[in-house]
């Protein structure tokens, strides 16, 4: 084998995903920082679990967002959680905030994919903890990581960021914020083939972290230009020659 | 008698004691004198060097107060060998956290990493355990400025003030005696240099004998570490000397 290299079988390497999740959005605002994911885990173009959380809470003041492979998040979230416990075992008054956890989360990527074994995720890593100014991270399978005021991930990154960049504010309110990211998912879940109908949204104020239970998006497909009959009719409808 | 219990380190003997540990303690009962003391704007480390030689080639040898972090510093007492072994792994340790977690490793985390490698020595392995304590002075975010001491054994605990080495006792004394809570560090320094004068060997303590190094809050708020130079030494064990004819001051020898 050459050297680094994780197995002789390739199918042990995550090169191409099998259960996947689509966009996530992550944004700052007034008080702390928003996260928002629709709740489907799709099988190549098939729509097959269409209840699944790919929201996570990490720690006390943390909230890690993926897209890309489940499986991987799944092994992710669990080193996560084992870090946790570490950090409460402790016992030491010292507790890990989204800075930590972030930049955690980012070598694990960048030490999978030099190994050819990436976990097949994009992540989005908020949070904040207590006083201190809140947190936005983007971290994917190459082991890319940049801080940022809002990100999207997957089609959102195409769809929402315009949507974002225009009505983004660093002083935006709760509400505010959440209707942002509604409009982005609304938006991808119209254009995405991928993307699904309900979301839910995850809130770290600097005290609480909260994932909200999901909620369906208004989708509107009454538009004359889809429901016309465009097509010109001839006398003989049956279609056959 | 204890005899048949001192050479396997990882056993006990029938009092419950484990020799190995002991006597490595006995070792750094007889290094050079190690001072910490903690104020509420930084802490002071300083420790006297047992290797004072014409003949040294690098006119300034570490030997005593070592750098661990951005602001982490620690003293040694003990065998020097050993003790380098050790705080290669406590910058390595520091390191690594930093590098996976873009934070500074809080200090208390850095002390029992350093002690739980230790401890292992003293379990497992057959191998004698370090022949080194030491005095951990830092600061982090979390716990502020802190000051802690660790033994062969693998134990540790916080400290306001503590001495290890030579006349330890003498120097836990005074501490006891003379160290205020809301001391500023220049306080500590102050006091530092008077435990120094009352252990240390030699009548007229010069900063060739002696490292003194400070982790402390800039004016701006900044922390940062920094050891002394040699005048400001100089300067504190001079005014912490007893002038002759006064009470304290050692006596003329003829």
Same mark, same amino acid.
């Given at each position: ?241 | ?118 401890? $292992?020595?003293?379990? *497992?392995?057959? #191998? ?6 030491? =005095?951990? @002075? ?82 701006? $708020?900044?922390?940062? *570490?920094?050891? #002394? ?6 300067? =504190?064990? @001079? ?16």
């Amino acid at each position: 084998m050459a050297p680094g290299q994780y197995s002789m079988d390739a199918k042990q390497h995550t090169m191409s995903p099998v259960v996947t999740g689509a966009t996530v959005i992550g944004m700052k605002y007034k008080d702390g920082v928003i996260l928002a994911a629709d709740t489907l885990a799709s099988y190549g173009n098939e729509a097959r679990y269409k209840d699944v959380c790919r929201l996570k809470k990490i720690g006390e003041y943390t909230l890690l967002g993926a897209g890309g492979e489940i499986s991987d998040f799944q092994y992710l979230s669990n080193l996560l959680d084992e870090l946790a416990d570490e950090d409460w075992l402790h016992e030491d008054g010292c507790s890990m905030g989204p800075k930590e956890y972030s930049s955690y989360i980012g070598r694990v990527m960048y030490n999978r994919r030099s190994k050819f074994n990436p976990l097949y995720n994009q992540f989005v890593v908020v949070g904040k903890k207590q006083d201190q100014a809140p947190h936005l991270m983007y971290v994917d399978h190459q082991g890319t990581a940049f801080e940022e005021d809002f990100v999207a991930t997957g089609f959102g990154m195409h769809l929402g960021i315009p949507l974002l960049r225009n009505n983004w504010r660093p002083d935006m309110s709760l509400d505010e914020a959440k209707a942002l990211v509604t409009k982005c998912l609304e938006v991808c879940f119209y254009r995405d083939c991928k993307a699904y109908c309900k979301i839910q949204i995850g809130v770290c104020t600097g005290t609480t972290v909260e994932i909200s239970p999901p909620t369906t998006i208004n989708h509107f497909w009454g538009h004359g230009a889809w429901t016309e009959r465009r097509l010109e009719e001839t006398s003989d409808s049956t279609g056959t020659w | 008698m204890a005899r048949r219990y001192d050479s396997r380190t990882t056993t006990f003997s029938p009092e419950g004691r484990l020799y190995q540990v002991e006597y490595a303690m006995e070792a750094i009962n007889l290094a050079g004198s190690t001072v910490g003391v903690l104020a509420e704007d930084g802490v002071v480390l300083a420790g006297e060097k047992k290797t004072t030689s014409k003949l040294l080639d690098q006119a300034k040898q570490h030997e005593k107060l070592f750098q661990l972090d951005d602001a982490m510093f620690c003293a040694v007492a003990g065998l020097t060998s050993d003790a380098n072994i050790l705080i290669n792994r406590l910058r390595l340790s520091a390191q690594q956290h930093a590098y996976s977690f873009s934070e500074p490793m809080p200090v208390e985390q850095l002390v029992t990493s350093i002690c739980d490698y230790k401890q $292992g020595y003293t379990q *497992f392995g057959g #191998l004698r355990p370090f022949g080194v304590s030491f =005095l951990v @002075a830092g600061y982090d975010v979390h716990h502020g400025f802190q000051l802690y001491h660790t033994d062969p054994s693998g134990n540790f605990s916080g400290w306001k003030g503590y001495a290890i080495g030579v006349n330890n006792n003498t120097a836990m004394q005074i501490m006891r005696q003379d160290w205020k809570p809301g001391m500023k560090t220049q306080e500590a320094l102050e006091l530092t240099a008077k435990v120094l004068v009352k252990t240390m060997d030699t009548a007229s303590p010069t900063a060739d004998r002696l490292e003194f190094g400070i982790v402390y809050k800039t004016p701006e $708020g900044q922390v940062k *570490f920094r050891m #002394l130079k040699d005048a400001e030494i100089n300067k =504190l064990m @001079a005014d912490a000397t007893p002038k002759e004819g006064e009470e304290g001051a050692p006596a003329s020898s003829s």
